[in-house]
């Protein structure tokens, strides 16, 4: 099952998609995924902590951890250091770049399409060629772009 822009998942579709990775569907496991993956979100590991409490107050700290790395592992979420010293857990796992907004900490997933990713990764080629003397074979790019808004008219 792809679940890469399905963001309105069922409880039972998280059962599938835990299953098929040979992950075993506790109700646990399937609520923690469900919350985490039943919209686009980019969460620090923290806060899973008190999303996943909210609902079970008495699963350790260290449950919610090895769940995480467990499902990030698996594919069903990916980890990424977007902020200095923060890991944030997303839940798409699609190809994609972030835009951060360091005033408020909102992180936005943008979307390119083919033909851009891959002139992105021809033109990020030719650079480390000409400039570095570097003949990389790029596997994948990660843009991260941090910025704060234009204020309106």
Do not use: C
């Not at 919209?39 to 699963?59: C, M, S, W, Y």
């Not at 997933?109 to 033909?115: A, F, K, M, P, S």
């Amino acid at each position: 099952m792809n679940f890469h822009y399905i963001f309105d998942v069922s409880r039972e579709d998280v059962r599938k998609l835990l299953e098929d990775r040979g992950i075993t569907a506790t109700l646990q496991r399937i609520e923690m995924a469900w919350l985490l993956l039943k919209k686009n979100q980019h969460l620090t590991a923290d806060e899973v902590n008190r999303l996943i409490n909210g609902r079970f107050p008495k699963v350790s700290r260290a449950t919610i951890f090895n769940n995480l790395n467990l499902f990030v592992e698996s594919g069903l979420l990916k980890k990424l250091e977007l902020k200095s010293g923060v890991s944030v857990y997303d839940s798409n796992t699609s190809a994609h770049h972030h835009v951060i907004n360091p005033e408020s900490g909102e992180i936005l997933d943008i979307e390119l399409d083919e033909h851009s990713t891959r002139d992105l990764q021809a033109s990020f080629k030719e650079f480390l060629k000409i400039n570095k003397g570097l003949d990389l074979q790029i596997d994948d790019i990660q843009i991260v772009v941090r910025g704060s808004l234009a204020p309106s008219l």
